[in-house]
């Protein structure tokens, strides 16, 4: 049944994105951006290596690896003042699996409304947003392999008037191995139904991702974490993603990470720490992503698992 399962998740993207290479024809784009710092400075090669509750957005399979409760909060200092957030709480029912819920938020300082007569504004203001909600569920279908799935909501809120919804499913599977925590990973994101604004529709930025992650180096007091993945996009070519982490004492983290393939954001960096005070456990991250003539994306992020 497992082999069926796995057979299914390798040709259903040869159907999905049996497509030429067609940018700016999804919608939606918001929901490409990582919502994590540790992610981000790993250049996103991240399918395989998700944990806690972001792993709602990256891998929704991980989830089921969590023990207790997890808490985690990513905000992203994007470009020309747009911010970019995302919060995911997860739990675990025993052997009943976890359950997850997420929110990402895309949105806008205030802005004025111009016209070619009012260049310099009408004295109107208005905001744009974009959102999505997510419910997550993983379970465990051997000691070793796990299942996943989320079904989001998608609301996208452009001016007065010009607002469109979707909805979405993620499916996805992870194997963990163990040696050296070696892992295999793959995902079915963003498939559902299409944006339409006004007369227009558009689908969803959908894509398939697989990718692997192991420790390199393994000692008593410090691993090597070296992570790879690869990204069909619906609407572009694939993409490749490697980053690797140095993990101290399960203290502090070093990270950096590269993607391939990609017309702007070409490396990535980042750092963590890590602090157990009694039953909780609080992790912090940062990352550094550079965008060419964009500039750069700024993430900040904190974790919290407890209830082990």
């Known amino acids: 049944m497992a082999k069926k399962i796995i057979l299914?998740?390798?040709l259903l993207p040869v159907f999905v994105f049996a497509q030429y290479d067609r940018p700016?024809?999804?919608?939606?784009?918001f929901l490409k951006?990582?919502?994590?710092?540790?992610?981000a400075a790993l250049g996103n090669a991240y399918i395989a290596i998700a944990e806690g509750a972001e792993a709602a957005y990256y891998n929704p399979a991980a989830l089921a690896w969590i023990k207790g409760s997890a808490l985690a909060f990513n905000h992203t200092k994007w470009f020309a003042g747009i911010n970019h957030d995302f919060v995911s709480l997860a739990h675990t029912f025993g052997r009943l699996g976890t359950v997850a819920l997420s929110v990402t938020a895309l949105y806008t300082d205030e802005m004025k409304v111009r016209t070619p007569l009012q260049p310099d504004g009408t004295g109107e203001t208005?905001?744009?947003n974009n959102y999505r909600a997510g419910l997550s569920y993983s379970l465990f279908f051997t000691d070793r392999v796990t299942f996943g799935g989320t079904i989001n909501y998608i609301k996208m809120n452009l001016y007065s008037g010009f607002s469109a919804d979707a909805v979405s499913v993620d499916i996805a599977t992870l194997y963990v191995t163990r040696f050296r925590g070696f892992r295999f990973g793959m995902e079915i994101a963003n498939f559902g139904s299409e944006v339409q604004f006004v007369n227009e529709s558009y689908p969803l930025p959908t894509n398939f991702t697989f990718g692997l992650g192991m420790n390199a180096i393994q000692a008593s007091s410090q691993t090597l974490l070296v992570s790879f993945s690869a990204v069909k996009p619906n609407d572009g070519q694939p993409l490749g993603q490697i980053g690797t982490e140095w993990n101290y004492r399960d203290l502090l983290f070093l990270r950096v990470g590269s993607r391939l393939n990609h017309d702007v954001e070409k490396y990535s960096f980042g750092a963590g720490f890590k602090v157990n005070i009694s039953s909780y456990n609080f992790k912090l991250d940062y990352s550094y992503s550079d965008f060419s003539l964009l500039g750069a994306a700024h993430r900040v992020g904190a974790k919290i698992a407890f209830g082990d």
Request: proline fraction near 0%; hydrophobic fraction near 55%; glycine fraction near 10%.
């Open 8 to 10: 299914v998740f390798l």
């Open 33 to 39: 951006i990582g919502v994590s710092a540790r992610a």
């Open 24 to 29: 700016g024809s999804a919608d939606a784009q």
């Open 126 to 128: 208005f905001y744009s």
